[in-house]
C-alpha cells in the first residue's frame, strides 16, 4: 500500500491527536476534581457545624463558676498528692530495692520450685528484708533453694523456718533474706 498522505499533514494530525488527548485528560482531571469536592463538602460543612457547636460549649462551660470544694473532697484531695509526692519521691531517688535482687531470687529458682509473691520489707533493724513465698514439690527441692542463696554473697541471712517442712509434698514456705548494701 502506498502512503498518499504528505508528512507535513502526517505531523498535524498526530499533533492534534496529542493536544486532543491532553484536553481529554485535562478535562477527565477535572471533572474528577469536582465530583471529589462534592463528595467531600457535606463532611467539610458537618465538621465545621461540629467545630462552632463545641466552641459554644467551651464558651458556656469558661463561664460558669466553679464551686467551692467541701472539707472532705480537700482532705481527700490533700491525702492524694501526698501519696503522689511519696511515689514520685522514691522514683526520683531510685527504687529501694534494685532489680537485682529481684532477677537473683528468680535465678536462683529451680524446677521443683514455684514462686507466688516476693515481697520486701525495709526494717530499720534488721536492714532490707525479702521475703519469698511459694510452694514446693518436695524437701529437697526446697532446702536445695535455701542452699543456693545460702551460697551467695548478696544475701547475708537466709531464713527459712522448720514449719516450712512439715508436710512431705506440696510444701507452702516462706522464705526470709536479708540483703547487704544494694545499689
Do not use: H, W
Request: no cysteine.
Amino acid at each position: 500500500m502506498i502512503n498518499l498522505i504528505p508528512i507535513e499533514q502526517k505531523k498535524k494530525i498526530r499533533d492534534n491527536f496529542y493536544y486532543r488527548l491532553i484536553i481529554i485528560v485535562f478535562f477527565t482531571v477535572s471533572a474528577l476534581v469536582i465530583f471529589l469536592s462534592l463528595l467531600i463538602s457535606p463532611s467539610l460543612f458537618l465538621s465545621s457545624i461540629k467545630k462552632n457547636i463545641i466552641n459554644q460549649k467551651l464558651t458556656v462551660q469558661e463561664l460558669e463558676v466553679i464551686p467551692k470544694l467541701d472539707e472532705q473532697t480537700l482532705e481527700a484531695l490533700n491525702n492524694l498528692n501526698s501519696k503522689l509526692y511519696l511515689i514520685e519521691k522514691v522514683k526520683d531517688s531510685g527504687y529501694l530495692i534494685s532489680q537485682k535482687v529481684i532477677q537473683e531470687v528468680i535465678l536462683r529458682k529451680i524446677p521443683g520450685i514455684k514462686i507466688t509473691r516476693i515481697f520486701y520489707e525495709n526494717d530499720i533493724a534488721l536492714g532490707k528484708k525479702i521475703s519469698v513465698s511459694g510452694i514446693a514439690s518436695g524437701r529437697e527441692e526446697l532446702l536445695l533453694f535455701r542452699q543456693r542463696f545460702e551460697d551467695y554473697s548478696l544475701f547475708k541471712k537466709v531464713d527459712l523456718p522448720i514449719s516450712n517442712f512439715v508436710k512431705d509434698s506440696n510444701l507452702e514456705f516462706n522464705l526470709n533474706l536479708i540483703t547487704a548494701e544494694v545499689k
